[in-house]
């Protein structure tokens, strides 16, 4: 009996969900894990760049654009792009760091970025010096702030530092609720017991 084409399109389309819902079962928790390297590295590598140009000419270009303050504005940037990206990247304090880093694209998108429309790769042409490319959109930081936004909402995953130093708290927490329950527990039968005795006595008096 030959199988009808929509019949072996459903039954390959069921092994592949089985697959998927395989492969979510047993890697699905180190699915933050690349969203924290990339994102941590990149705010790293922006900030380090930062440094080795100097960070007067990154303090000149905010002056020009009027960003007011640019010279505090300047450094904040590198702080946060540096401590931010270093946060990101071993998995500390990551809903802290995450709401100065989407403050800095928040302002880059508004600042810079936005008059040049959404794309952040616009190649013009391919000359002797190599592709030339106009200027860029706000393409890029929408993707690090939904990649930040994923780190906010579901977390950075395993092999973070912040995970690590929350187990021993939540073992403390495992350890106390049960001594807690057998505290309360003994406290109950204790007041039961406390109430069935002037009773015993009452009904033990009431006799001839």
């Not at 002056?63 to 931010?84: C, D, F, N, Y």
């Not at 270093?86 to 302002?107: C, R, S």
């Not at 592709?131 to 995953?157: K, M, N, R, V």
Request: net charge positive.
């Amino acid at each position: 009996m030959r199988i009808k084409w929509p019949e072996t399109m459903s039954i390959q389309f069921g092994r592949a969900m089985n697959a998927h819902r395989w492969i979510m079962a047993k890697l699905g928790q180190y699915a933050p894990i690349p969203l924290r390297l990339m994102v941590g590295y990149g705010f790293l590598a922006h900030g380090y760049a930062k440094i080795v140009r100097g960070p007067e000419h990154f303090i000149n270009i905010l002056h020009s654009i009027g960003v007011p303050a640019p010279e505090l504005m300047g450094w904040t940037t590198i702080l946060i792009e540096l401590v931010g990206g270093l946060a990101v990247l071993v998995g500390a304090f990551v809903p802290v760091a995450i709401v100065p880093m989407a403050a800095v694209l928040l302002v880059a998108i508004f600042t810079v970025h936005l008059p040049y429309g959404f794309s952040s790769i616009k190649l013009q042409e391919f000359t002797a010096a190599g592709a030339q490319f106009g200027p860029p959109g706000y393409e890029l930081d929408l993707l690090y702030l939904a990649c930040l936004t994923t780190l906010a909402l579901g977390g950075s995953g395993p092999f973070a530092l912040d995970s690590i130093l929350g187990r021993p708290s939540a073992r403390r927490k495992q350890e106390v609720t049960p001594n807690h329950r057998s505290t309360t527990m003994s406290r109950t039968g204790c007041e039961q017991q406390t109430r069935t005795l002037p009773s015993a006595g009452l009904s033990s008096g009431s006799g001839p």
